[in-house]
């Protein structure tokens, strides 16, 4: 079976005996032209690869006439505006006709798809920034909307309660994300985000039947590991020695688990011989050289003689 060439599509394949005596060919969303009944793949498709618009009548010419203005909602708005989707200037009855349809339109949208018109793009865009699997962010958007539905939102922020949501799918997988990291990227008060996320595991997880699971420094050291480009065998060794130290006694409740992430890293680099400075390791770890240090003390102390530094 000979492929067609790159991009061309089924009109242009010539050797059609291929495929079915009744082909049905539909573009997937990865952009192949595939028959649906014998599945057959006659090439790409490219989408949105027109010469770019420098003039304003070349700009005027490719206007699109119902654009997508949201991620969530209905695909087309009614806009206040006096002018068509060709610029051209509207007849006075006529942009009277479309303001009040736009009226009309505002006034059959209840509160929760306004909510969720704001809140939906928030969200896409926020994991997009951190590169969050799409599962967890189906998981934060079904929280979120439990959370709308719930009304908590009302006097609240909206953003807020975006990033509460996302951290609580982070946790309810165990995905190794910092709530730090995420506030940062939303750029909103730490202390707002705490709030909204003592709502969501009190009103909302217990309702989902979801269970909320603290952060674990077990990730986070093979993360923080890669990060710091220690091998392997290092990451490995800083994992048995937390293993080793928390049967030995070591109390994990009540410390941050980076801290202890942080400390097993420099204990195990520093014997391996991949030696690392503290202050890479806690600029790393986002925690101070003085909580490094003491951890450190900590988990070497319930550590066997063997396996001190």
Avoid at 51 to 75: H, I, K, M, N, Q
Avoid at 257 to 270: E, N, R
Wanted: with cysteine; aromatic share 8%; glycine share 6%.
């Amino acid at each position: 079976m000979t492929p067609p060439p790159y991009g061309s599509s089924f009109e242009d394949y010539d050797d059609k005996t291929d495929c079915c005596a009744t082909p049905e060919v539909f573009i997937t969303d990865d952009g192949f032209r595939v028959c649906r009944n014998c599945g057959l793949v006659f090439g790409t498709e490219f989408v949105s690869t027109e010469r770019r618009a420098y003039t304003a009548d070349e700009v005027r010419a490719r206007r699109r006439t119902e654009p997508r203005w949201r991620l969530y909602g209905p695909r087309t708005v009614i806009g206040i505006t006096s002018m068509d989707s060709k610029g051209r200037q509207l007849a006075s009855r006529r942009a009277q006709l479309f303001n009040r349809l736009s009226k009309i339109q505002g006034s059959l949208i209840n509160s929760i798809e306004r909510n969720f018109w704001e809140s939906r793009p928030k969200l896409s865009s926020l994991c997009q920034k951190l590169q969050i699997p799409d599962f967890i962010q189906e998981s934060a958007w079904k929280i979120y909307s439990e959370v709308a539905k719930q009304k908590l939102t009302m006097g609240r922020s909206i953003e807020s309660f975006v990033t509460a949501a996302l951290y609580a799918a982070v946790r309810i997988h165990d995905f190794p994300r910092l709530l730090e990291e995420i506030v940062e990227v939303a750029m909103i008060p730490l202390r707002s985000v705490h709030r909204s996320l003592g709502l969501i595991v009190r009103m909302v997880l217990p309702k989902m039947k979801l269970r909320y699971h603290p952060i674990s420094p077990n990730p986070l050291i093979y993360r923080f590991g890669a990060e710091l480009d220690l091998s392997i065998t290092t990451q490995k060794f800083a994992y048995d020695l937390l293993k080793s130290a928390s049967k030995r006694g070591l109390r994990k409740m009540g410390k941050d688990p980076k801290g202890i992430a942080a400390a097993v890293l420099y204990l195990a680099a520093k014997q391996k011989g991949e030696r690392k400075t503290q202050t890479q390791i806690a600029s790393v770890a986002r925690i101070t050289e003085v909580t490094l240090r003491t951890r450190a003390k900590q988990i070497r102390g319930h550590l066997i003689q063997v396996e001190r530094v």
